[in-house]
């Protein structure tokens, strides 16, 4: 039977990850985000610290990347970021054909795209992210709003170049995706809630 | 009591009007799409045909403006694009004060910025959009697909830059908007139902 997956794509600081969590439970569907890092480790034969750093992110083509050596898997002389891409993406085709799942990131809108897969974006404005920052605690408390809107802008260049140079898309344009929520005014648990009901029905 | 309010923005052959229906008859709230025009031309004293071919369009600045000579409401020397739009602001907002409604287009979104409304998007690949012109017959059935194509360009770049003069944002940028609904895989009808759901529970 045709499996059911959410590609799910979020600006930093949005709620998408507590969408994401609250979605897998009402639907009942796997749920997939960091979990991905240590499954591409794992395929690729090396330690997970390798990638820990390049998760979300393209290589720089103006330095001289880090060569991934090791590990019989993969050509010599691929940047870790594309091992990681292309052990990444490996992973997420044969999760969603086994389950039905939720692909947090990772260009899984473009990876699943021959699935059609329902695509989610998740946003909100800067203001409401820095709230939501601060308030999930973390590092925030130590920085200033300033400081904390640029932390915020430069996660979101980096999964912007990411998916970009993966895709050759546009990352958070509205025509990739069927819905698109801005959460900055909204109770996220009623959403979630509605937004399953809303893909149970499509 | 405070009144409820979606300020509903729609590309051209997406579906936005019929959402729009739906949605009133779901919500029990009015609904005010082409309804404005007439009310607009009531206001400034004028007949409904000199504002007809204006609705949802920026005046040309490179060309001498048809200006607008009657009527006690106006300053002599204003566009008939200016005046529409004055007059459909000032309904809108005495509208949206006085009773639960949905407003259709009309830069409505920024007009009430200050009551905070329900802010929708409605939006779908080109494609579903012709489908959708074709369906719903007019002229459509005399068009080539291209011919249908530009044309749907067409209209959405006169609403674009429109909403660009009078409000200095970008249409359709999802900041901008609550909820961006693509339309292109989903069953309007359910959809409808379900955004009502969300609205309601907001």
Same mark, same amino acid.
């Given at each position: ?5 959410? #590609? %799910? *794509? ?5 709620? *998408? ?8 439970? +009402?639907?009942? &569907? ?8 240590? $499954? ?6 090396? *330690? ?14 103006? %330095?001289?990347?880090? &060569? ?15 091992? !990681? &891409? ?9 999760? #969603? ?14 990876? %699943?795209?021959?699935?059609?897969? &329902?695509? $989610? ?13 601060? #308030?999930?605690?973390?590092?925030? /408390? ?5 400081? !904390?809107?640029?932390?915020? !802008? +430069?996660?979101?260049?980096?999964? /912007? ?17 069927? !819905? ?10 009623? $959403?979630? *809630?509605?937004?399953?009901? $809303?893909?149970?029905?499509?």
């Amino acid at each position: 039977m045709k499996k059911h997956v959410i #590609a %799910l *794509g979020r600006q930093f600081g949005s709620g *998408g990850r507590e969408i994401g969590r609250k979605l897998s439970e +009402s639907l009942g &569907f796997a749920y997939y985000d960091r979990e991905l890092l240590k $499954l591409a480790a794992e395929r690729a034969e090396v *330690g997970e610290e390798l990638f820990a750093d390049k998760d979300e992110k393209a290589g720089n083509p103006w %330095l001289f990347k880090a &060569f991934y050596q090791g590990g019989p898997k993969v050509k010599q002389g691929q940047s870790a970021e594309d091992v !990681l &891409f292309q052990m990444q993406s490996e992973i997420i085709r044969e999760l #969603a054909e086994k389950e039905d799942c939720i692909i947090v990131g990772r260009c899984a809108d473009h990876i %699943l795209r021959d699935m059609k897969p &329902f695509r $989610l974006f998740i946003y909100a404005d800067m203001e409401a992210r820095i709230v939501r920052c601060r #308030a999930k605690g973390e590092d925030a /408390a130590r920085m200033s709003d300033e400081e !904390l809107r640029q932390r915020i !802008l +430069s996660i979101d260049k980096k999964r /912007a170049r990411y998916y970009q140079f993966y895709t050759d898309q546009v990352w958070g344009d509205k025509i990739n995706y069927d !819905l698109c929520i801005n959460t900055s005014a909204v109770n996220i648990k009623k $959403l979630a *809630g509605i937004t399953a009901s $809303l893909i149970r029905e499509r």
